[in-house]
């Protein structure tokens, strides 16, 4: 009972007897002793790779992504920059065209952009606002009082500018009269 398990295995044959290590394997090389030689075997014959290395591969990622950077970034600026062409353009139609009134007193309600807004007309503007004949421009933020003409010029150069314009020919879309005043 005392064999250890590879000579248990040795004495039934499922084993083979180990060959011996050189002496030079075991204990490393002698000091002093000049190191063997080593066989250099030649480098694998690897066929050409048609496919580029990592490095290059993240090179030309990174240049795919700030060229596409860079075109957004002149896209924004062009848009941008054509934005403030037409702001410019609508600033310079409505110049003096503007008929509110410092004293008036009737708000005209309407709805623009989602919310319930309020412009101060005269009593004599307010059938003309809700006959179509005056309509309603926001610019820089304030909502001015201006002629049909004036309003539709206004929406050739910015569309979203118009903030009320009545259509003279649409009919009623409730029972509520157009110049009620709440």
């Known amino acids: 009972m005392a064999d250890s398990l590879r000579d248990q295995l040795l004495a039934l044959g499922l084993a083979k007897k180990p060959e011996p290590r050189a002496k030079d394997e ?18 694998p014959a690897t066929k050409p790779s048609r496919e580029p290395d990592l490095a290059q591969a993240y090179a030309a990622r990174a240049r795919a992504e700030r060229s596409e950077r860079e075109q957004a970034e002149r896209e924004a600026q062009a848009k941008a920059r054509e934005k403030r062409e037409r702001r410019a353009k609508l600033a310079a139609l409505l110049e003096g065209k503007a ?9 005209r309600h309407f709805d ?5 807004r309020r412009v101060y007309v005269t009593a004599e503007q307010l059938p003309r606002v809700n006959a179509g004949e005056l309509g309603v421009v926001q610019r820089d933020g304030r909502y001015l009082v201006v002629s049909r003409e004036v309003a539709l010029a206004a929406r050739e150069i910015v569309p979203e500018c118009i903030a009320l314009l009545a259509d003279p020919d649409a009919p009623p879309e409730d029972d509520v009269p157009p110049d009620l005043v709440w």
């Open 112 to 116: 623009h952009g989602g919310k319930i």
């Open 99 to 107: 008929l509110n009134v410092a004293d008036a007193d009737i708000a």
């Open 26 to 43: 075991r204990r490393g090389p002698k000091p002093g002793a000049r190191p063997a030689p080593a066989a250099r075997p030649a480098p």
